[in-house]
């Protein structure tokens, strides 16, 4: 080793000594200095021990409320799974509901196929009813039986025919008490004899 690197050594020693003590200088005096603000200000070091505090309690907080919103997301799959479940099961109750209607439009089928014969067993039994007063008013002594057109209606009955004749003359009023006063009809002796064989001709149909 030369001179001169020997004289180096010494001289960067120095520089790290001097180093270290600038180093050493300023941490006191940082500490110094926190020591005196502590000292002036305790108020400051208790409002940032009241904020740390504070953020230990949101930080808790949000950790609570991410736990229960995944238990929420983890409730929700659940759900989701059990509605496609009902849904699926009302898909089938649906189509099994639609499988007995086909089975009721059978014996509509069936009632369209009996009305045929329905309809001929009424028409037998009109006819056997229609024979039966045919045979009904051949016998001697009974009157024929009245047959209307419409049943709802007395227009076309024998009784009402010569009613619907009689027509009102224009201009002329009637009272109640001249139709009382009016004559009735009596029948002679001749029209009372003739009336008399029907009678005896009932008694013997009798």
Request: hydrophobic share 30%.
């Amino acid at each position: 080793m030369t001179v001169d690197e020997q004289n180096e050594l010494p001289e960067a020693t120095q520089r790290d000594a001097e180093l270290q003590r600038q180093l050493d200088d300023l941490q006191s005096r940082v500490t110094e200095l926190h020591k005196t603000r502590e000292d002036t200000n305790p108020e400051l070091s208790l409002e940032v021990q009241s904020l740390k505090e504070k953020h230990n309690k949101h930080s808790k907080k949000l950790e609570q409320r991410a736990e229960k919103l995944s238990q929420l997301e983890s409730e929700n799959l659940n759900l989701r799974d059990e509605n496609q479940a009902l849904n699926t099961r009302s898909v089938d109750s649906g189509l099994s509901e639609s499988e007995p209607d086909s089975d009721k439009e059978a014996p509509d089928e069936a009632t369209k196929a009996e009305s045929p014969m329905v309809a001929y067993q009424d028409q037998m039994f009109s006819k056997r009813l229609d024979a039966m007063q045919s045979m009904v008013e051949r016998l001697p002594g009974v009157a024929p039986f009245i047959r209307k057109s419409n049943p709802d209606s007395y227009a076309d009955t024998p009784f009402t025919d010569e009613i619907t004749l009689i027509e009102k003359p224009v201009g002329e009023k009637y009272s109640g008490i001249e139709f009382l006063q009016t004559p009735c009809w009596t029948p002679n002796m001749e029209e009372f004899n003739l009336l008399q064989p029907t009678k005896a001709r009932l008694k013997k149909t009798i």
